[in-house]
């Protein structure tokens, strides 16, 4: 979401969404609290400090480690204010293992995606730290039925070698899928009795890994999504997974359409051969990306659109 006022950004979720809520992430507060950031806030196992070219794993927490953390706790303790007696699911998000992989580098330099044995630290740190998160949320949103949503827009590019090194000038090696599938394993098994969804805005996403991994729902962009991911996700609705369907875009001059936002997924559930009636209780609509870009006007226009969509929708 854009802006730096959590509270704000807490009501207006649970304003404009209030059958399914979520945690909402503030890159604009700064390095702390973007995609990476979270993701470290959520690792307590691992040390991790801030550098100029991004964060580094160390031997202890560094300062912006310990205030990613703190934040963390500090934006919990709104979300559990602002959600007495809630009942029903709510929705958080953290970076998935891949993708921290990529954005996190090692003590001497180059990133974690380089390193076998440490690649497979963080993933495990990663499944850890979730574990707790979750238990937290739990405990501070006891009615909430959580869902867990790994962000993995890195993914695609960790499978075909298209991750730069740190100088720039060469790629990283590619990583199969089996070895991809054990590290995402090890972080949705560690969601318990939540409901796991795995977030790809990518438009080659590999929806059938994602899924042999556990995932049990889907998150895509229509914008960008590739004609060749369409017959896997047609794959995943026929199997009872939910499709959380990105048909908002992140930014804009004016607020989305209701009629707009629903045609575009009635146009894709006809392309892939089922009826609004059939599919209606997995389809979730969502604005396509994050809306942190976007002007706070957008932004809740964005999320009124889906909203106001997927009633529409049934």
């Keep these: ?29 700064g390095t702390v609290a973007d995609l990476t950031g979270r993701g470290v806030a959520t690792i307590g196992e691992l040390g991790f400090d801030l550098q100029p070219a991004g964060w580094r794993l160390t031997d202890a927490p560094g300062v912006d480690h310990r205030r990613a953390r703190s934040l963390l706790a500090q934006d919990l303790d709104v979300l559990e204010e602002e959600l007495q007696d809630y009942r029903g699911e709510l929705k958080v998000q953290v970076a998935g293992p891949w993708t921290l992989a990529s954005t996190i580098e090692k003590p001497r330099g180059d990133k974690v995606l380089s390193d076998l044995g440490a690649r497979r630290e963080l993933a495990q740190a990663l499944a850890e730290g979730v574990r707790l998160h979750l238990a937290d949320v739990q405990r501070r949103v006891p009615g909430a039925s959580l869902v867990l949503q790994l962000d993995e827009p890195a993914l695609p590019f960790v499978l075909t070698g298209q991750v730069p090194t740190a100088s720039g000038f060469n790629r990283h090696r590619s990583v199969t899928p089996p070895l991809a599938q054990d590290s995402l394993e090890w972080t949705l098994g560690a969601a318990g009795d939540a409901v796991t969804v795995l977030h790809c805005c990518a438009a080659e996403v590999p929806i059938d890994l994602l899924r042999r991994s556990g995932a049990g729902g889907i998150s895509v962009d229509l914008a960008v999504l590739g004609a060749a991911a369409y017959e896997e996700l047609a794959t995943a609705i026929d199997e009872g997974a939910r499709v959380f369907l990105g048909v908002v875009p992140s930014t804009g001059d004016s607020a989305p359409s209701t009629k707009g936002t629903l045609e575009r997924a009635l146009r894709l559930l006809d392309m892939l051969g089922f009826d609004r009636e059939e599919v209606s209780d997995q389809v979730v609509l969502t604005p396509a990306c994050g809306l942190a870009g976007a002007s706070p006007a957008y932004a809740k226009g964005a999320l009124g659109a889906v909203r106001a969509a997927a009633a529409e929708l049934g």
């Design 1 to 29: 979401m854009p802006g730096v006022d959590f509270g704000a950004a807490v009501r207006l979720v649970v304003d404009q969404l209030p059958d399914l809520p979520h945690l909402p992430e503030l890159p604009d507060r």
